[in-house]
């Protein structure tokens, strides 16, 4: 009776254990992918993602030294489509990240309060979650001006409600562990009750909504580049190239294809990363 | 000596329902108070109201509850947070449940320490340390970095206990601490129990439907059923000549090692509800 205790963790290094799900092995594998291509993209890319080369417009993939061909004003494809990872890396980490921290806090203060605050919050996230999130985002973006400022925020604005609902859930549930009543006899301070006993208990939870909501931000920059409303035309932007390569698809249809691969990959990988965290670490939520 | 703990005339209600009625019992100075009942009587509400962590749809109606003379019964949060850890402890009925399962003992033992004491890192590690010898866990220091569920139940029950005698105060309340242990383990964390609160000069309230534990540890008893106290007194008096028809009957379906003749009986339903008329 005494030893039938908590699960288990599986022994070994958590790192290594973690390792060992391929889900979590494929997408940390592309995320490492999306990253080396942001931060190394000055040196990675042949070409300057900007240069035209009006001779040499829409060839075809490794046409002498463009690996995978120009496109409509010649412009390198593979220096784009890497260039492109820097601003998909950029908004994955600018928009989750507040996005998460947002959502979290007002979810804590919802679940563990209560009352007022629950009351509130609650109706709030109701309220917010009606609306259809592509088209508050785009009218959001549309209202506050274009650029990747404005996507972000759109992003944020929208998207907490996501974090806020699943950590008020877990909030609530957490309230009624002994070891919330044992550190409330204590004489702990809601505060700190909230910081040391809460916190790392829906952490788990959070670090696999948060990869989730990465591959989610990157899906409404390129939806928003797409029709245009994030950074500028001739930035390279997956969302964007899928834009112009749309209007040469019949003639040069890899310029549409690279772009779309790249969000896919990138996209799925961050969703396995979610799916693989989530079957890793929801025994210790349990 | 005026008593540790006075609770006078308590009286407590959910909804049209009574939980305590007319609740009196006291609890002197390094005295051990056993309070006894089945389930449902109303031991923890008496132990929560105590605490100040009554749920909230139950509602104080009258009587009072006083720790060293402060009256404490509707205390705000912020002056209870003041007597707790320090003037009364709690050690809980669950000790697989009452450890955060994400957290290293370290933390959580020098969580109270650092709050309640104001000491700093080192001092509160080195006063864990210190209880965890005191509470006879072996290899301290390496216990200190695990998590709840990397040692046993009896391991992690002399680590509440430590918990809860760490910034000395003056009224435990142990809420059923052995029962969800082992027979064998129940008996070392017992005789752990009354050791710690002589060295200590601790007072106890003992929450217990254990008769066995009563005889043990008490120094008084106060047994209870359906939120009334039924009978009050020593333990040896109670013990040798109950004289609650209510009382008898928990004896009699109390095994007895001394006395392995009887048979048990269980405690018959007339009994049960005679006294549990609604308010």
């Known amino acids: ?286 | 000596m005026s008593p540790v703990l006075a609770i006078e005339r308590l009286s407590a209600v959910t909804g049209d329902t009574a939980l305590l009625r007319d609740v009196s019992l006291d609890v002197a100075a390094g005295e051990v108070h056993g309070l006894v009942g089945m389930s449902g009587a109303g031991k923890s509400m008496i132990a929560k109201a105590v605490l100040g962590v009554l749920p909230p749809a139950v509602r104080v109606t009258s009587g009072s509850i006083r720790f060293e003379g402060t009256e404490i019964a509707g205390l705000p949060r912020a002056r209870m947070r003041q007597l707790l850890a320090r003037g009364i402890a709690l050690i809980p009925q669950d000790p697989l449940s009452a450890l955060n399962p994400t957290r290293r003992i370290d933390a959580q033992m020098t969580d109270v320490m650092r709050a309640r004491l104001g000491l700093g890192a080192a001092a509160a590690r080195e006063r864990a340390l210190a209880l965890l010898d005191e509470v006879q866990v072996r290899e301290p220091a390496s216990v200190l970095r695990r998590y709840p569920h990397e040692i046993s139940g009896g391991q992690r029950q002399r680590i509440l206990i430590a918990i809860a005698f760490a910034c000395a105060p003056r009224l435990i309340i142990a809420d059923e601490p052995t029962t969800a242990l082992d027979v064998t383990v129940q008996k070392q964390i017992l005789r752990l129990i009354d050791d710690l609160r002589r060295r200590h000069g601790a007072a106890i309230l003992f929450v217990t439907h254990d008769l066995g534990v009563v005889a043990k540890i008490c120094d008084r008893i106060s047994v209870m059923h359906a939120g009334v106290i039924l009978e009050q007194g020593a333990v040896a008096d109670v013990m040798a000549a109950p004289q609650h028809p209510f009382t008898r009957a928990l004896f009699a379906a109390t095994p007895r090692h001394d006395r392995p003749e009887l048979d048990l009986r269980p405690v018959p339903d007339a009994l049960q509800y005679a006294v549990s008329v609604p308010r």
Not at chain 1, 104 to 118: I, P, Q, V
Not at chain 1, 275 to 281: F, I, Q, Y
């Open chain 1, 1 to 286: 009776m005494v030893d039938a205790a908590m699960p288990h963790h599986a022994t070994g290094e958590p790192v290594l254990r973690l390792a060992g799900n391929w889900r979590i092995l494929t997408g940390g594998v592309v995320l490492g992918l999306l990253v080396l291509a942001a931060v190394a993209a000055p040196w990675l890319a042949p070409f300057d993602p900007l240069d035209q080369e009006l001779s040499a417009q829409l060839r075809g993939p490794a046409w002498s030294g463009h690996l995978l061909g120009t496109d409509s004003l010649g412009r390198d494809l593979l220096s784009r489509l890497i260039w492109g990872a820097r601003i998909a890396a950029e908004v994955a980490v600018l928009a989750a990240i507040p996005t998460a921290i947002l959502g979290t806090a007002l979810g804590l203060l919802a679940g563990y309060f209560g009352g007022l605050a629950d009351a509130l919050i609650s109706r709030l996230v109701d309220v917010w979650t009606s609306f259809p999130p592509v088209l508050l985002s785009i009218i959001l973006v549309a209202l506050i001006g274009t650029g990747l400022t404005s996507v972000v925020v759109a992003i944020i604005v929208i998207d907490w409600t996501r974090f806020c609902r699943v950590v008020r859930a877990e909030t609530l549930k957490q309230r009624h562990m002994d070891y919330i009543d044992a550190a409330i006899v204590a004489g702990l301070k809601p505060m700190t009750i909230l910081a040391r006993e809460i916190v790392p208990n829906v952490l788990p939870l959070v670090l696999v909504l948060l990869t989730m909501e990465m591959g989610i931000a990157v899906i409404v920059e390129a939806i928003l580049s797409f029709v245009g409303l994030s950074i500028s035309t001739d930035a390279p932007s997956w969302g964007g190239m899928i834009a112009e390569g749309r209007q040469v698809v019949h003639q040069a249809p890899w310029i549409m294809a690279a772009p779309l691969l790249a969000l896919l990959a990138t996209v799925l990988g961050l969703n396995l990363l979610g799916d693989g965290l989530k079957a890793e670490l929801d025994p210790v939520l349990r």
